[in-house]
Nanobody
Framework: QAQFVESGGGLVQPGGSLTLSCAVSGFDFSTVAMSWYRQALGKERELVAGIRMVGSDTNYDDSVRGRFTISRDNSKNTLYLQMNSLKPEDTARYYC???????????WGQGTQVTVSS
């Protein structure tokens, strides 16, 4: 059973930075693409960024491209999301899952809340 444990969220002022982490267990992390998603209050969950198995290929939603960087450490079974120049519209609960553009697992972690506000 796949397990995702997201961490690193918090309250940050506009223009600030945060780095999210996602610790993964229950499957072979190094053999699958991984992605970050987010869900704002009252909205559908949306794809934010994805990364291939060895990190050589990434994709980003237009709303975060140039500000967010996805990365992974296969030796630690951990996925990261470096978020810079944060905006109030980035406020959401952030989740990770396996897969490229489509989540592979129906189970989700608890996510980590990011709130961007002055």
């Amino acid at each position: 059973q796949a397990q995702f444990v997201e961490s690193g969220g918090g309250l940050v002022q506009p223009g600030g930075s945060l780095t999210l982490s996602c610790a993964v267990s229950g499957f072979d992390f190094s053999t699958v693409a991984m992605s970050w998603y987010r869900q704002a209050l009252g909205k559908e969950r949306e794809l934010v960024a994805g990364i291939r198995m060895v990190g050589s290929d990434t994709n980003y939603d237009d709303s975060v491209r140039g500000r967010f960087t996805i990365s992974r450490d296969n030796s630690k079974n951990t996925l990261y999301l470096q978020m810079n120049s944060l905006k109030p519209e980035d406020t959401a609960r952030y989740y990770c899952n396996a897969g490229w553009r489509t989540p592979l697992w129906s189970s989700w972690g608890q996510g980590t809340q990011v709130t961007v506000s002055s």
